[in-house]
Nanobody, 117 residues
Framework: QVQLVESGGGLAQAGGSLRLSCAAS????????MGWYRQAPGKQREVVAT???????NYADSVKGRFTISRDNAKNTVYLQMNSLKPEDAAVYYC???????????WGQGTQVTVSS
């Protein structure tokens, strides 16, 4: 079994910063891609950023230049540094990991990010 545990959500003012962390544990042999998704009330879950085991990153257009994803492969941990936060960034943020040759998806429990204007 694989578990993803997120931390770092909370309340920030518009223009402020937050840093999310997500640690994977359990029966892990290889993590291909780790990423962050978010879901705001009444909206579909959307990808925010992803990072491969080799360090290649992709970002949603809405967060480019403001958010930075990174990972520590030795710790099976992914981070999301969120700067210049906007009220529209408020959502539940979910950590995602794709493992093994089948690229099996695993999700964290979600962490709430609230941005006050």
């Amino acid at each position: 079994q694989v578990q993803l545990v997120e931390s770092g959500g909370g309340l920030a003012q518009a223009g402020g910063s937050l840093r999310l962390s997500c640690a994977a544990s359990g029966r892990i042999f290889s993590i291909n891609v780790m990423g962050w998704y978010r879901q705001a009330p009444g909206k579909q879950r959307e990808v925010v950023a992803t990072i491969t085991s080799g360090g290649n990153t992709n970002y949603a257009d809405s967060v480019k230049g403001r958010f930075t994803i990174s990972r520590d492969n030795a710790k099976n941990t992914v981070y999301l540094q969120m700067n210049s936060l906007k009220p529209e960034d408020a959502a539940v943020y979910y950590c995602n990991a794709r493992l093994g040759i089948l690229n099996a998806f695993y999700w964290g429990q979600g962490t709430q990010v609230t941005v006050s204007s």
